[in-house]
């Protein structure tokens, strides 16, 4: 059964350093997604990605942040200048379609630890 | 903001007991609504999902009821099983945000064998 997959598991980098998160979403799916889960808390949304270009994004997506599809198959989230807050596991999802009509498949995520 | 929210943290049933896990939301223009199952060190899962032009959807061993007018979701697990342990989330959309998906605080479900 084709999945979401997601590199590195865990991450822990030092504040200010920037780090980049990897995903491949799963091949034949043409919305992807970013979201943070700190710890003990919700799912928050970060961004979605269309047709090589952010099509949504929240407010926690600020310019410290960015997206990217450098290639056919992986999907990449940059964080700049990492900050203490920023712990926490980030997931990536895909789908077929838009949120309103496909399912959205997400990725076992990568915990992000800032010192 | 958007709220979407769960009214108890943690549930504790017996094994082959039903379970009912439910949900608030605030905003009146959602219109698709997923649970969602997260088991420890692991990413959401998809379970059922339900539109707003509907008010019950069933699939295998759950249920989701959608009360439009009190803004409230539920999911109900028939016959539960040590394996739907996880903390199940609440997420809803709506046609403003487009892709954006809100997630509720997630309820833990702990299953007694």
């Known amino acids: 059964e084709p999945e979401v997959t997601q590199t590195p598991s865990h991450q822990v980098t030092q504040m200010g350093q920037e780090v980049i998160l990897r995903c491949v979403p799963i091949?034949?799916?043409?919305?992807f997604y970013w979201y943070r889960q700190i710890l003990g808390q919700k799912v928050e949304f970060l961004v979605s990605?269309?047709?090589?270009?952010?099509?949504?994004k929240s407010e926690i997506f600020d310019d410290q942040f960015s997206v990217e599809r450098p290639d056919g198959s992986n999907f990449t989230l940059k964080i700049r200048s990492t900050k203490l807050e920023d712990s926490a596991m980030y997931f990536c999802?895909?789908?077929?379609?838009?949120?309103?009509?496909?399912?959205?498949?997400f990725g076992p995520g990568t915990r992000l630890t800032v010192l | 903001g958007e709220s979407v929210g769960l009214h108890l943290p943690t549930l504790s049933v017996q094994e082959g007991d039903n379970s009912i896990i439910n949900c608030a939301y605030s905003?009146?223009?959602?219109?698709?609504f997923i649970w969602y199952k997260q088991e420890s060190g692991k990413g959401p899962q998809f379970i059922i999902d339900?539109?707003?032009?509907?008010d019950k959807r069933q699939g295998q061993r759950v249920t989701v009821l959608l009360n439009k007018t009190v803004k409230h979701l539920s999911l109900q697990i028939a016959a539960t099983q040590p394996g739907d342990s996880a903390v199940y989330f609440c997420?809803?959309?709506?046609?403003?945000?487009?892709?954006?998906?809100?997630f509720g605080t997630g309820t833990s479900l702990t299953v007694i064998p």
């Open positions: 905003n009146s223009a959602s219109d698709y």
């Open positions: 990605f269309y047709n090589n270009e952010i099509s949504e």
């Open positions: 091949s034949n799916h043409l919305y």
């Open positions: 997420a809803e959309t709506h046609p403003n945000t487009g892709n954006q998906f809100y």
């Open positions: 999802a895909s789908s077929v379609g838009l949120a309103g009509g496909a399912e959205q498949f």
């Open positions: 339900i539109r707003s032009n509907m």
